[in-house]
């Protein structure tokens, strides 16, 4: 008999099956290789809700048949393996990066700020997961993230584009400010690779104009 059809002979309620059907490990419905395609973070119920409003269950009773955690999935553009060695060294320790660098941001930047955040990465795949998993570790921690991103003149791009990065996000910073794509009340969350040869991540915040390292 084909494993999958033991689920018939086990009396097991509808949403719980459904939640069988959704889990992304490897099990009776998804192969390893299946499951190994899969990026996976677990989120707290508080930010899961905040990240994706109206789509997280309330949590499940004690005795639940089973014990349910809100995760967040995207499948992989790149098979294993297919990833440059500095992509995949980031990419595997990334949610505890990106976790230090809202810690520090949090810390330091003046309270009740609206975020923004944008990733500085060569590949652009790459550069939209870490945008994304430093958004959720600024929920996880109370923070308020925006989705917008501010949006520089065609210019002003142009001129970035010919700028070290030493200079190029102190300027940005101050042109954002400037051109009204950042209000008083809201921050930037800047999570750069500074150094080709680097395999972590930098932090910056810009805030009124002004742009600062703090990790």
Same mark, same amino acid.
């Given at each position: ?8 002979? $086990? ?9 069988? %059907? ?9 192969? &390893? ?46 098979? &294993?393996?297919?990833? #440059?060695?500095?992509?995949?060294? $980031?990419?595997?320790?990334?949610? @505890? $990066? ?29 550069? #939209? ?36 990065? #030493?200079? @190029? ?6 042109? %954002? ?14 999570? @750069? ?9 930098? @932090? ?5 104009? #002004? ?5």
């Amino acid at each position: 008999m084909p494993p999958f059809l033991y689920l018939l002979l $086990i009396p097991i309620p509808f949403p719980e099956v459904a939640a069988i %059907a959704d889990d992304p490990s490897p099990g009776i419905l998804r192969t &390893n290789t299946e499951a190994r395609g899969v990026d996976c973070e677990a989120l707290s119920a508080e930010a899961a809700r905040a990240l994706h409003p109206g789509q997280v269950e309330e949590a499940q009773p004690r005795g639940a048949f089973i014990e349910s955690q809100a995760m967040t999935c995207r499948h992989r553009f790149f098979k &294993n393996g297919e990833r #440059s060695p500095r992509d995949e060294a $980031i990419l595997s320790r990334l949610s @505890a $990066i990106t976790a230090q660098l809202a810690s520090t941001v949090a810390a330091t930047a003046p309270p009740k700020l609206t975020w923004q955040v944008e990733s500085y990465y060569p590949d652009s795949a790459v550069a #939209s997961k870490i945008a994304f998993a430093a958004k959720v570790a600024l929920v996880s921690r109370g923070q308020t993230v925006s989705d917008r991103v501010p949006v520089l003149a065609a210019g002003d791009l142009l001129v970035l584009g010919q700028q070290p990065p #030493s200079k @190029a996000y102190p300027l940005a910073c101050a042109r %954002a400010f400037a051109e009204g794509a950042l209000r008083d009340d809201e921050a930037l969350m800047g999570v @750069a690779l500074i150094d080709s040869r680097e395999t972590t991540l930098h @932090a910056g915040i810009c805030h009124r104009g #002004s742009w600062r390292w703090v990790e």
